[in-house]
């Protein structure tokens, strides 16, 4: 069954600062924890990743999935949709921006379905860690620059 994961935090910088991390997918492995490996098979029209592959380790688990990204206008966020991987099933989701006074509140929003079967704990453990990754690590990453 898939999970859907929901969190949100302030950035101390504008949409466009935020987006530009996002949108680096090379540079992943160098703060989002979970990601060991990227790369990106096709580019869009502005140069930024349109279908990129990730192998990734989480909670001991090894993997990779492959996602295509949308991008709003206006540095308004990014959606992606999954198209392959393992033990991966499914992976949607969302960074939805929204920035006043210099400053970026982020949502993350991503429905997971796992390959293999996890136990109620484990499935939250991997939802916190996901989104700890997806907020925390893009807060610091973004702060740091």
């Known amino acids: 069954m898939a999970e859907r994961t929901e969190g949100k935090i302030t950035i101390a910088a504008d949409p466009s600062a935020v987006m530009a991390v996002i949108a680096d997918f090379d540079a992943y492995p160098q703060w989002a924890s979970s990601v060991k490996k990227v790369e990106i098979k096709e580019r869009d029209a502005d140069g930024r ?3 990129v ?9 090894s993997g990779w999935y492959e996602l295509t990204y949308a991008y709003l206008p206006d540095d308004a966020g990014v959606g992606w949709s ?3 991987g393992s033990p991966i099933k499914n992976l949607e989701g969302e960074y939805a921006l929204t920035g006043a006074d210099g400053e970026t509140e ?3 929003r991503a429905t997971v379905e796992p390959g293999i079967p996890m136990m109620g704990f484990m499935k939250r453990k991997m939802e916190q860690q996901v989104i700890d990754i997806a907020l925390k690590g893009l ?6 620059l």
């Open 139 to 144: 807060k610091k990453r973004v702060e740091s």
């Open 82 to 84: 999954f198209v392959d």
């Open 49 to 51: 990743g349109q279908t």
């Open 53 to 61: 592959r990730f192998d990734v380790s989480l909670l001991g688990l």
């Open 106 to 108: 982020v949502v993350y």
